[in-house]
């Protein structure tokens, strides 16, 4: 299951054919990376990217140069086993950017995003409050696409 968990994301994100992922499969050192991740400890997160062939490749590190989007699968809480009862609930996961520039953009998003969030359902003391809930109405069109996109993607809420 928690093979096949991994695959479908890894695929759908990537826009990438099952013989991909099958060839992933076939190679025992890139399963076994995955199999370790899963149950040992001192892993707390692999990402899968497309090395320099074209095969998918799983890693324990950020690769330092990629050609093409990546994703990541971590674990929530560091140490913990995943296994084949709490692989959805144990782990957090998304797609890395080839591009830094692309990637850090993607990170002020998704942190504004829950600053927005946070400033909405949270009182915070003193004028701290009123900057920040000053500094996103600089940003309103932002603001509405962001909060749909943290409600819908991000904390799964319907």
Known sequence: MRFEFISEYTLKSMKLKADKWAKLQGNDEYRQTILDFFEKP???????????????QPTFDFPSAMKAKAVYFSKKEKGMNVGKDNFKTALAYGDLSYSPLEQLS?????????????????????NSRNLQVDSFHAQSYKKLSCTKYCTDKVFKLE
């Open 42 to 56: 001192e892993y707390n997160i692999v990402v899968i990217y497309q090395n320099n062939a074209g095969q998918l």
């Open 106 to 126: 993607a990170l002020v998003d998704e942190v504004t995003c829950f600053a927005n969030l946070a400033s909405s359902h949270f009182t915070f003391p003193g």
